[in-house]
């Protein structure tokens, strides 16, 4: 775990964690596909702990891209099936085929976000996307 958040991301993530109530948790699922997220909008209220379910029901894998939401959400973990990282500051997640993976976070910074698959020209095959953060 980093000492100090890196540039651009919320200085106070930990503190927003912490504070959260997590037992008010919402879900949203977001499946990853050749070339498309599903939904193609993502919609989280401020300050609202969610679960994001990014399952890949695609044949090759897939990233979940948006360095802007990155910064604008404090994360409590990321959890796969290869274990957990606590306190992420993340740039990418990548999803296997096949896989799951679940971010926990609190939506912080309204805003509107882009959202792509990094992957040599998926993004040129439509698989972009919206986050809002209301």
């Known amino acids: 775990m980093l000492s100090e958040p890196p540039a651009g991301y919320l200085q106070d993530a930990g503190a927003r964690v912490a ?10 699922a977001l499946e ?7 939904p193609a909008a993502l919609v989280f ?3 609202v702990p969610t679960r994001l379910t990014l399952r890949n029901v695609g044949d090759r894998s897939h990233t979940f891209v948006s ?3 990155f910064k604008a ?3 409590q973990k990321l959890v796969s099936a ?7 500051y993340l740039e990418t997640i990548e999803v296997r085929s096949g896989e799951e ?11 509107s976000y882009p959202l792509e698959c ?8 439509g698989m972009e996307g919206l986050i809002i953060i209301e």
Request: hydrophobic share 40%; no cysteine; aromatic share 16%.
């Open 82 to 88: 290869d274990g957990e990282v606590g306190n992420p």
């Open 32 to 38: 990853l596909s050749e070339f498309q997220f599903q």
């Open 101 to 111: 993976k679940q971010l926990y976070f609190v939506p912080v910074t309204k805003g």
């Open 19 to 28: 504070a959260a109530d997590w037992s008010e948790t919402e879900t949203v």
């Open 45 to 47: 209220r401020e300050g």
């Open 67 to 69: 360095e802007e939401f």
């Open 73 to 75: 959400i404090a994360a």
């Open 118 to 125: 990094s992957f040599l020209l998926h993004d040129v095959f």
